[in-house]
């Protein structure tokens, strides 16, 4: 089947990630669009040792992908607004789609292009631009597209988010935590787009314009960002039963939108108040579903290159008519696999068991005995001191990973000491490494 | 435009929620489908008081709508295997596009169902039927589409885990629980389905086969109830650092494929051991994302409705060529609204104010005096001990909810005030409400 033909433009953290899962999985992807999806041309200032382009065509003038013939999809990964901006009308102009991971262009100039695309039939996708690997446009654009959106609201900078995670740990005023986020290379050198709340601000424009149907509104929206805040306000607020997040909020309110970016005090029962670190994280609140939240990683070379390629594959599937939405099982015919199911004895897991015995001083010894001759370790073991009414109390033990058939042996063998009430209770432990 | 017609079978709770939120939402849909989407017909045996179909076409035979010329998409919504599976295939054969929430069906006889609309050329969509209202099929089809899924991991039976979170919080034991759980219509009459996990492994199955790219594989899956997991387990499980809970897990393994679901300890600080009482929940680790978690409403009428509502829209935009998918920002051209996004001091929210004060007595009673004068209520006060350097002290305060502007004019007279040290943290409260 006739390949659909991508041109990576910026081979930086992004580029480079988008052009090794798009390497990497090139088969899965094929079964699941229906198409191989290649890497035509790749157009950036130098290469990326990231990743082995050496049997790739390479240009150092990205706009030579723009006016490519043999370029289907234009990946704009460069950043930045001008260049950027002229780039993709110039591949809309040459009858490209157009797939950026650009939160800043698109909040800013996303009407202008989105109207350019619209002439010329193209589709312009962005998946990407917010919340990196989540697929929040996704979900909010097709996933709920049957409701009515009351707010949503997110922690959607990942760098921010980490800051003040580490002001509330350790007691740290904000400026010793931004030094050290720019150190880890978790903030810019100019930390001003992540901590004055810019950033965050480019995506909630962008889910705003989805979640209520309006244009993008970027320099409406209010934004403060969390420079002011102190380990004293995390501390006060905590006291309070509040965490101090820095959310993006949009809200239907009577008499318009309501489009804020800034620091707010939630409170800390709920899921969101508890996703710290770098995670990005998204509550939508719509009139049918009720709530619904997304958590993931907000940035990074292939959680963002994740998002990257759903949209090619998506502006992929649209090319290939008739089939115009994915197959059942998102993958098309005959391309499903016959990989095994392992029966249950075949699996590995950690266990939790307990064990009702007569708790005489033989049969601790004659269990860890038997688990012993089945070469299962033990992460735990502890006797609990209640005995109840029959005069036996449990006994509790955390086995490492083993395999099932051969912690089934060793439970079969248990449950044949005198001294134990059959069955044991065993419960499989997932770590979920 | 000439509108999608949608004949529904079954007018119980997900039916009559449809059916709902298909009418209230109907103008929304519209601008963001490109085309009305109107419910032609609806069959059931009888009506439902929770809908207004007086105005309606119905029918008492459900065949009749998948023979219905007019009707373009049937929603299956009667449940069951056999007369579903009938009609199904029934309004397949009649060229209709279907969409179900009938998890059982799809897990058991998808692939057969699957088959039968490859030949006709028809789409069957089912985002329903996992985990409710959560966009989980769209989002592991589409979102995650260019990953590898390494596993997924999901609590996928709300009346499993209203019952292990009432089994912990309460101490108290899985039959005491399973009565108050159907006394409260959280669990069936005959509750075998949720509780021995075949519910939640219909859903799985079908998650897995998305996931891994293989058939579904219902009858090759294992299986494990929570009626043997006690208070004690629960316990004894927490003084490890786990919760139990009952986990649908799917993974790839190097020899095969993982199917399982069992009750589970998970460690305490992982978001998913926090999802309690009805939540659904998946996690997905995948290669090029890493790790993502969905969480939402998994049963009830709307939230399923959501899912519904969403297939049919993905299907009447798919309808509607050569618009192969959404548009950028999820309606057509011309539908988007002209909403005024709110001046912040238009805004309206509770506020957590820290005041840094010599606090001699007359400095907390100007400031309430001044708080009083704006109209403004006090939810909590504090002033802090902690005496500084500079001899003031943190006096805090959570206020309740306020216009914007107002809180700025009372602010502005505080700072005024002589024994205060300008300017006031100010950051606002989100209750998420």
């Known amino acids: 089947m006739k390949p659909v033909k991508v041109g990576i433009c910026g081979l930086g953290t992004v580029g480079s990630g988008t052009f090794n899962v798009l390497t990497r999985n090139a088969n899965s992807i094929a079964a699941r669009t229906g198409r191989p999806i290649i890497v035509e041309q790749i157009g950036a200032r130098r290469d990326n040792p990231a990743s082995d382009t050496s049997t790739t065509q390479m240009t150092r003038d990205i706009f030579d992908v723009a006016r490519n013939p043999d370029v289907d999809i234009l990946v704009e990964l460069i950043g930045g607004y001008d260049v950027a901006k002229e780039l993709i009308l110039t591949a809309i102009e040459h009858g490209k789609h157009v797939v950026t991971a650009n939160k800043a262009l698109i909040a800013e100039h996303g009407n202008e292009i989105f109207q350019a695309a619209r002439e010329k039939n193209v ?10 690997g989540i697929p929040v446009i ?23 988010n980490f800051i003040l995670t580490e002001m509330g740990d350790k007691n740290r005023p904000f400026e010793e935590v931004l030094s050290e986020a720019q150190a880890l290379g978790y903030a810019e050198a100019d930390p001003t787009f992540d901590v004055e709340g810019i950033d965050a601000c480019h995506k909630l424009t962008i889910m705003a314009a989805i979640a209520f149907g309006i244009p993008l509104n970027f320099e409406r929206a209010y934004t403060e960002g969390i420079s002011r805040v102190t380990p004293a306000d995390i501390q006060y607020a905590e006291e309070l039963g509040y965490r101090i997040k820095h959310l993006g909020i949009a809200r239907q309110a009577d008499e318009g939108v309501e489009l804020r970016v800034h620091p707010t005090l939630i409170p800390a029962s709920r899921p969101l108040a508890n996703i710290n670190g770098v995670l990005n994280s998204v509550v939508i609140n719509a009139d049918a579903v009720g709530e619904t939240m997304m958590v993931g990683p907000g940035a990074g070379a292939e959680p963002t290159a994740s998002s990257v390629v759903a949209d090619i594959m998506d502006i992929a599937r649209a090319l290939e008519a008739p089939q115009t939405t994915p197959n059942p099982l998102g993958f098309v015919e005959n391309a499903l696999k016959s990989t095994p199911v392992l029966p249950i004895g075949e699996t590995l ?20 005995q038997i688990l012993s001759d089945h070469g299962i370790n033990i992460d735990a073991i502890t006797q609990k001191a209640i005995r109840e009414s029959d005069g036996f109390a449990d006994i509790v033990i955390l086995t490492q990973t083993i395999k099932e058939s051969t912690l089934d042996k060793a439970i079969n063998k248990i449950e044949g000491l005198i001294d134990i009430q059959a069955p044991i209770t065993r419960i499989r432990v997932e770590t979920m490494a």
């Not at 996704?138 to 922690?155: D, M």
Request: hydrophobic share 45%; with cysteine; charged share 15%.
């Open 123 to 132: 589709v312009v996708a962005y998946e990407a631009a917010v919340a990196g």
């Open 138 to 160: 996704k979900c909010l654009r097709e996933g709920l597209s049957g409701n009515q959106i009351n707010w949503l609201a997110g922690i959607i900078n990942g760098t921010g």
């Open 349 to 368: 897991s950690a266990n939790y068991l307990r064990i009702h015995a007569d708790d005489h001083p033989g049969v601790m010894n004659a269990i860890t």
